[in-house]
């Protein structure tokens, strides 16, 4: 059992923006997300709506028109002047635009209460929002004993093989989205949470002391993990839909209440 509320058939399904990144591929610039995200939001009774960075930062608010939930995908390293540190010769991809969409997108779901979901740069992208930092490259910044990007091995390790250890407070979130205090993840990154930002709680850690999980302390309703619980959509009894059907069921649990925004200033906007 997870800590999902229960959905109503009767009402029409929360629909979940979904950020959406810009890839060029077969000669053409194409825009959208992995489908995995979509199927896991969908399987879950969601309404996956894709919000392209196109779109741009001044009009992140607009693109949340008839959402009820945010999800915030995984993808390129953060730009780190925003959480003012110098880039380290180890930083990855950088993508200005999604990062000034994504950022803005954050502030305005904040600000309005949704539900938000984050998935691997989705934690770092919620820290930073709210005055956190990250370490920019886990080998070099931080070495430990757990391999935390499977995508590095040799031969790389699937998407959805369970590569290390998570665990979990009790009572957290986390926990009771997932059903367990412990969990072997997925996992495809390089950074992670440095400094928590004020206003989020860790609420998972893998055994080498890296935080996995954080969440807001109350309301508005927000989770961010590290790793990727959308890649085990097709598998039936993964306890990652417990995310997923979290959000949803806030999602529309958010709606029913018309819950008031949040002041700009509160929500770092």
């Known amino acids: 059992m997870t800590g999902a509320l229960a959905l109503d058939p009767c009402e029409a399904p929360p ?7 810009l890839r060029h591929w077969l000669n053409a610039d194409r825009t959208g ?4 995200y979509a199927r896991a939001v969908a399987g879950a009774g969601g309404v996956p709506l894709i919000l392209s960075q196109i779109i741009g930062a001044a009009h992140a608010g607009a693109a949340l028109e008839g959402c009820d939930g945010l999800l915030l995908t995984g993808g390129e390293d953060i730009d780190p002047s925003y959480y003012r540190a110098a880039a380290s010769p180890h930083l990855e991809t950088v993508d200005a635009e999604r990062d000034r969409f994504e950022l803005a997108l954050f502030a305005a779901a904040h600000a309005r209460r949704l539900p938000i979901l984050g998935i691997c740069r989705g934690i770092q992208l919620v820290n930073v929002a709210l005055g956190g930092t990250l370490w920019q490259d886990l080998p070099t910044e931080r070495p430990g004993p757990v391999a935390h990007d499977g995508a590095s091995r040799t031969p790389p ?6 590569i290390h250890a998570v665990r979990l407070a009790a009572g957290s979130r986390a926990a009771r989205a997932l059903g367990t205090e412990r969990l072997e993840v997925n996992s495809l990154h390089h950074q992670a949470v440095r400094y928590l930002a004020p206003g989020l709680v860790a609420t998972g850690w893998s055994d080498d002391g890296i935080v996995e999980a954080v969440e807001s302390a109350d309301e508005p309703w927000l989770l961010a993990v590290q790793w990727h619980p959308e890649e085990m959509h097709a598998h039936a009894s993964a306890p990652d839909h417990g995310m997923f059907r979290s959000l949803v069921a806030e999602a529309a649990r958010h709606t029913r209440a018309g819950v008031a925004p949040l002041n700009l200033r509160q929500a770092g906007g």
Do not use: H, M, Y
């Open 157 to 162: 390790a699937p998407r959805d093989a369970r």
């Open 33 to 36: 997300v992995n489908a995995a």
């Open 15 to 21: 629909r979940i923006g979904v950020s959406g990144v």
